[in-house]
């Protein structure tokens, strides 16, 4: 537990992480094991508008806060004057970027806890009074949950809960009761091109799914890459897919949920669907999936083309061009997998 902090006494939290969609899913756990620990503790989350809508139905927070990272001196105003008359026992900084700092200080809370000393980059160090102990780097959600127990908060739920609203739910099953078979849905992209799978590997991955009388889905956001993207797998492809590239971060978070596979590169979407508890074949060449890959599931489903013999733990770094290292035989045997030991019932299993 935090030396000088007693957990009776705390009645308002602030939780700053504002962006990345992977990360804040890790921090969804987190709010959960917040309010687990601190139930009578008001509870405000700084995020990022794309972050919000993901988590909006969730009930762990009271309040939110959205920041908008591309707003000029007249955002850091109005932010400024919200957090004016505030005054909190207790902020949690999971984020160690510049901008998620300068939030910090405009905050006043007793205490400001963020990471320790060697994981503090950008000069987090700088802007908190409390550090969390210093450890070895492992799997980001579990970095959060250090914040948690450095806290004296034991025996936490590990729980995401996004809570779908009657209409998304309706959606849902109007969108896959209308496909002629159970779907495997691909993300057809992450947030960098070295992240991605190459097309027509996508396509073959299509076909082969269409053969075992599956249905190929394709999801994704609204974006000019992931529909051109989507349209160049379906060129490719004998068995043209279902394209559902959503517009909105809760349109997507509908068609994962409703699907029977993901298959995903390292993207927000890959922990959302993990989160969702939908068996998810994973593709890591690019980055660590020691730290950033599925988490506590379907490690079983993983194709690890990143980690190689003396390869540093969990700790934060890339490799360029892996991402071809991952076959379409690859795949097709995690397909086989996910089938075999999530699909079947048992007694088809051999």
Wanted: aromatic share 10%; hydrophobic share 40%.
């Amino acid at each position: 537990m935090m030396k000088g902090f007693n957990p009776e006494t705390v009645k308002k939290i602030c939780v700053i992480r504002t962006s990345a969609l992977g990360d804040v899913v890790h921090a969804m756990a987190l709010m959960n094991a917040l309010k687990h620990g601190f139930p009578k503790a008001e509870i405000t989350w700084v995020l990022q508008p794309l972050a919000y809508d993901m988590v909006k139905y969730q009930g762990a927070a009271d309040h939110y806060v959205l920041f908008n990272r591309k707003g000029g001196r007249g955002h850091w105003s109005e932010l400024k004057a919200r957090f004016k008359e505030e005054e909190y026992d207790l902020l949690l900084m999971l984020q160690v970027s510049i901008k998620a700092s300068a939030i910090s200080t405009l905050i006043r809370a007793k205490h400001k806890l963020g990471f320790d000393m060697a994981r503090s980059r950008e000069c987090q160090w700088l802007f908190s009074n409390r550090r969390i102990p210093k450890r070895t780097p492992g799997h980001v959600q579990e970095q959060f949950f250090e914040f948690i127990e450095h806290l004296g908060v034991t025996d936490y739920p590990v729980a995401w809960n996004f809570g779908f609203t009657p209409e998304e739910k309706a959606k849902r099953a109007a969108f896959f009761d209308a496909l002629p078979s159970s779907a495997f849905t691909m993300v057809v992209a992450s947030s960098s091109p070295d992240k991605d799978w190459p097309v027509e590997r996508c396509a073959e991955i299509v076909d082969y799914i269409a053969s075992k009388g599956y249905t190929p889905v394709l999801t994704g956001g609204p974006s000019d890459r992931e529909k051109e993207l989507a349209n160049g797998i379906c060129r490719h492809a004998k068995q043209k897919p279902v394209v559902a590239l959503q517009n909105g971060i809760r349109g997507l978070l509908t068609t994962l949920s409703g699907s029977s596979v993901v298959i995903s590169p390292d993207t927000g979407p890959l922990h959302m669907a993990v989160a969702l508890d939908i068996p998810t074949i994973s593709l890591f060449g690019y980055s660590n999936p020691r730290r950033c890959g599925p988490y506590r599931r379907y490690h079983d489903l993983l194709i690890d083309r990143f980690t190689e013999e003396g390869d540093d733990g969990a700790r934060r770094y890339f490799k360029k061009d892996r991402m071809h290292l991952i076959t379409v035989d690859d795949v097709k045997e995690k397909v086989d997998l996910a089938i075999l030991k999530y699909l079947l019932p048992p007694a088809a299993r051999g």
